[in-house]
């Protein structure tokens, strides 16, 4: 899905494949939704290692929330192709460089949830500043009587609104993943494992 998001925003994709894609991307969110289901119901009855487990239970979560997000934003994407592309050079440009840093942020974090990658703080001044100057150009436009009254004014603020929501997601998934990492270096017991993820 991430790579979708990546190559859709570059215009790249072929898209009639990828609205072949959609629905079995859907259906694989779905999967893991009723994963994480399963896996909360069934620590809910155990009451050892409560805190561990409640731990993972919040971080998955926040994961699941994340890849809803992410499904989201590969939809508006392909709907709003028309629109995206209509805008000024300079407002696709940055869209693009947002949506690679946030794609990019998402993958590290997946990496830094198995161990193999450590967080950056610098990443998130990155962000933020790519954030703002973005916002600041689309407010610019928007003075333009002409941009205003086009309605993909309409659709590229729904999908900046997302963007600016899936940044602040990917940065709560850092803090939480960097607490239970935090925590679990003092309980060796209870590190999550890749055959442990199998397991469920």
């Known amino acids: ?13 072929d898209y009639s494949l990828l609205k072949d894609e959609i629905p079995e991307i859907k259906e694989r969110v779905y999967k893991v939704e009723q994963l994480y289901t399963l896996f909360k119901e069934d620590r ?8 561990d487990v409640q731990r993972k239970i ?24 028309n629109d995206i592309v209509h805008l000024p050079k300079e407002i696709q440009e940055m869209i693009q460089e947002q949506i690679e840093f946030l794609v990019n ?5 997946l990496l830094m ?3 193999k990658v450590k967080g950056n703080a610098e990443n ?34 729904n999908l900046l609104a997302l963007l600016v929501d ?12 960097d607490v239970f990492q935090t925590y679990h270096k003092h309980n060796n017991q209870n590190d999550i494992t890749l055959a442990e993820l199998d397991e469920q």
Request: net charge positive.
């Open 58 to 81: 919040v971080l998955y979560k926040q994961m699941v929330t994340i890849l809803n997000l992410s499904f989201i934003i590969l939809k508006r994407l392909y709907h709003y192709k």
């Open 105 to 109: 942020e998402h993958e590290k974090l």
């Open 1 to 13: 899905m991430l790579k979708f998001i990546r190559i859709t925003s570059r215009h790249e994709v």
């Open 124 to 157: 998130q001044k990155i962000g933020d500043q790519q954030r703002n100057e973005l916002m600041d150009l689309f407010h610019q436009k928007l003075k333009d009587e002409t941009f205003r009254a086009d309605l993909q004014s309409y659709h590229i603020m």
């Open 113 to 115: 949830f198995l161990g």
């Open 44 to 51: 809910a009855y155990s009451k050892k290692k409560k805190h």
């Open 166 to 177: 899936y940044q602040e997601e990917l940065e709560h998934l850092e803090k939480l993943i």
